[in-house]
């Protein structure tokens, strides 16, 4: 009798479980392909490199939205296809400042705590045609000077130390995109393999 009565609390976990899981999986299936521009959607700090295995980690929790002190942790809708409901950071709202709390308190290996310098999120990348100082249209520097990493992510260029250069120290966090006063934002987030200088063609 009391192996049956297990079983059937075994069941039961289980039927529960999947029932509480069936919205989330439901909206992941029913969600339209998103199609925002990338640096506008960057992962979270530790996140899986992998878009797809992200996905299949994240359990949409929310958790790493509710600890985050500067709130920008967002989540993806409807437009997010197979990412909905999983966390992403606009830097053009809000960037991440990097204090780890994301990482420390996911259930699941979708992110993974590590030290700040081994973060990648991507990397800032500078549109000489547009940036201020850059087109000398003025002194600016913000980028540089709220940068949580330092001379190891921006800096000032040799020749002319208004002007802003990206290091390969930088890991992407989108503080220097939240700031610029250039309403074009000729700075942004992007991967790591499209460099730090935006190119513009012949």
């Not at 993806?76 to 296809?81: F, K, N, P």
């Not at 700040?116 to 990397?123: A, F, K, N």
């Not at 000729?186 to 063609?201: S, Y």
């Amino acid at each position: 009798m009391k192996r049956r009565e297990a079983v059937s609390r075994l069941v039961l976990g289980s039927v529960a479980g999947a029932a509480a899981a069936l919205p989330f999986g439901i909206a992941r299936v029913l969600a339209p392909p998103l199609e925002a521009a990338p640096h506008t959607r960057i992962p979270l700090p530790g996140a899986l490199p992998d878009p797809d295995q992200f996905a299949r980690a994240c359990i949409g929790c929310g958790l790493c939205g509710e600890v985050c002190p500067p709130r920008c942790v967002l989540f993806y809708q409807r437009e997010g296809g197979s990412l909905a409901n999983t966390p992403y950071i606009n830097p053009e709202q809000k960037g991440c400042i990097l204090c780890g709390l994301c990482m420390e308190v996911c259930p699941t290996d979708a992110l993974t705590l590590m030290p700040i310098e081994d973060v990648d999120m991507g990397i800032a990348q500078i549109d000489r045609v547009a940036c201020y100082p850059w087109v000398d249209r003025g002194v600016c520097g913000a980028c540089v000077v709220v940068c949580p990493l330092g001379e190891r992510a921006i800096g000032f260029d040799f020749a002319n130390i208004y002007r802003p250069v990206v290091f390969e120290g930088c890991v992407g966090c989108g503080q220097c995109v939240e700031v610029c006063p250039e309403p074009s934002l000729p700075i942004a987030i992007v991967r790591r393999t499209e460099g730090t200088v935006a190119g513009h063609g012949v």
